[in-house]
């Protein structure tokens, strides 16, 4: 279940840390990622991924396609599809597959496999950058002869202020 950003539960996770500098620092480096690429982070994508940033719990895209939409401006569908798909093939956000819902990498522009805590309560999604279970699972896959393509861990349960709520 994926909560919308005014959730109290989502501000407090907010609040624990500086999330202003998270998602400014989150920003210029995907502006340092695009321009190195010579990829062009457009208004659009930009403001799709600033969204996403506004916190760390995954978003769908339905509710960045009502995040997006004034009611003089609907933003279509495949506008918010089509910057998401940038974002992500520029390793700037994650699909949490088990959610259908979006979150931002917390080391961007880089090629890693996806390992999320994933809050049941407040969707927040804790991004696990170590590299030990992805090693584990390539050297089982490695003696069964399995040639892994794509790697995902995606854990549920309840985050520390969850569990203390
Ligand atoms: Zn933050
Ligand atoms: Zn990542
Ligand atoms: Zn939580």
């Known amino acids: 279940m994926v909560q919308n950003q005014t959730d109290p539960a989502i501000i407090s996770n907010h609040r624990s840390h500086d999330?202003?500098?998270?998602?400014?620092e989150?920003?210029?480096?995907a502006r340092l990622i695009c321009a190195r690429r010579g990829t062009r982070?457009?208004?659009?994508?930009?403001?799709v991924l600033e969204l996403i940033w506004n916190g760390h719990s995954a978003v769908k895209a339905y509710d960045l396609l009502e995040m997006l939409s004034a009611?003089?401006?609907a933003v279509r569908p495949p506008t918010v599809y089509r910057a998401l798909e940038f974002l992500l093939e520029n390793?700037?956000?994650?699909?949490?597959?088990s959610l259908n819902a979006y979150v931002g990498c917390p080391s961007p522009g880089e090629s890693h496999v996806s390992q999320f805590l994933i809050c049941e309560n407040c969707?927040?999604?804790?991004?696990?950058?170590?590299?030990d279970i992805a090693r584990l699972v390539r050297a089982e896959a490695d003696q069964?002869?399995?040639l892994i393509r794509r790697q995902t861990?995606?854990?549920?349960?309840?985050?520390?202020?969850?569990q203390a709520a």
Do not use: K
């Open 71 to 73: 009611p003089d401006r």
């Open 26 to 29: 989150a920003l210029d480096a």
């Open 41 to 47: 982070l457009t208004e659009m994508r930009q403001r």
């Open 144 to 146: 069964h002869g399995f």
């Open 19 to 24: 999330h202003e500098q998270c998602q400014s």
């Open 153 to 162: 861990v995606e854990v549920h349960g309840l985050c520390q202020q969850c």
């Open 123 to 131: 969707a927040v999604v804790t991004e696990l950058l170590g590299q």
């Open 91 to 97: 390793r700037l956000i994650h699909r949490i597959e």
